[in-house]
């Protein structure tokens, strides 16, 4: 049950950030997150509050600091990595990297790492390389863009982790007030910078149904997959959550029509494959 609940987490994740990236592309990420964060945080707190068993104490809001803090960063570097890179190569190239991390955190805390895993992380690699090899046909895939996609792998992976390692008795309450204390943060930013944060002329333009939606979304797989961390071992779950990228990649590919080269087809089919290996590891 863990594993098809992380399952479902994926594909929740994939289309978020296919419609998450839609929206960065025009107004920017700073202002994307700062809608979707409140849009996605209301229904989870409902469910959190009513449909979840689960304690909140001390401890619990220490986890959910953490994660709320990673959470917004990894948040903020994958949707800069999404509107400065095709969606179909940034997508796997974080999803390997975010995979990586629950490995490890699986292993110190005494799963098992699979050959078949070991094989996977190879091929990870690999992947990371096709698919930054430009030939100069298709959208070119920036330095910039590999540096956000890089970054933003490790967040999420980072953020993973700390979902799956938090207070077994919070029922989804970690990803819930880390939800509300990342939007305090972002609060916080946006009164800094709010000179250069306009929303000014963006009452028509800005994309209010892909922010709301990405928002909805990422809180359903966020919740899913806290409870899925509860059913099976780490090491599975995150790897599994780590799939999203098939999503965006197919909704790219038949709605943005977005191209690549042989080589770079290569690589995300690599790095695809190499999410799904780690995933039958434990």
Known sequence: MGALLALVSSLAWGCADFVAGLATRRVGALRVISVSYPAGAIPLTFVAAFLVPGVINANVVAWSLAVGLVGVLAMYLFYRALAAGPMGIVSPITAVLSAAIPVITGIVLGETLAPLAIAGMVLAVIAVILVSIETGEERRVTPQAIGWALGSGVAIGLYLALIGISPDDSGIWVVTLGRWFAIALLCIIVLITLRRFPWTGLSVAY???????????????????????????????????????????VLARVFLSERMSRVQFVGVVLALVAAAALTVTG
């Open 207 to 249: 994309p209010w149904a892909f922010v709301i939606a990405s928002g909805i979304l990422d809180a359903t797989a966020n919740s899913l997959f806290q409870i899925a961390t509860r059913l099976d071992d780490l090491a599975i779950v995150g790897l599994i959550g780590s799939l999203y990228p098939a999503a965006t990649v």
